[in-house]
């Protein structure tokens, strides 16, 4: 059974930096991809970030692109947040469909964590 658990999420001022925590079990973390999506109440679940973990490819969408770093360390997937700004206030999730590519459209994962609450105050 693949199971999911954020941690790390809390309040943080603007220009301030965050970590998130990702840990797995139940799954291969050295060869399957996590990603890391984010949701506002009211609007689309964002993909931001990915690490396939066989080739080392990374991905980050435009609006984190140069301040967050996604990276691995055992069965866990950290999302290192720096200059965290007010939009970033969301629920950050992480995700896995037990494929080895990454993609950052939700529609491609099957497994979820129930995430983990990040406020950016000004």
């Known amino acids: 059974q693949v199971q999911l658990v954020e941690s790390g999420g809390g309040l943080v001022h603007a220009g301030g930096s965050l970590t998130l925590s990702c840990t797995a079990s139940?799954?291969?973390?050295?060869?399957?991809?996590i990603a890391w999506f984010r949701q506002t109440p009211g609007k689309q679940r964002e993909g931001i970030s990915c690490?396939?973990?066989?080739?080392?490819t990374t991905m980050y969408s435009d609006s984190v692109k140069g301040r967050f770093t996604i990276s691995r360390d055992k069965n866990t997937t950290s999302l290192q947040m720096n200059n965290v700004r007010p939009e970033d206030t969301a629920r950050y999730y992480c995700?896995?469909?037990?494929?080895?590519?990454?993609?950052?459209?939700?529609?491609?994962?099957?497994?979820w964590g129930q995430g983990t609450q990040v406020t950016v105050a000004l």
């Open positions: 139940g799954l291969n973390t050295d060869v399957y991809a």
């Open positions: 995700a896995t469909d037990q494929s080895t590519w990454c993609f950052l459209e939700d529609h491609e994962y099957s497994y």
């Open positions: 690490l396939a973990p066989d080739d080392g």
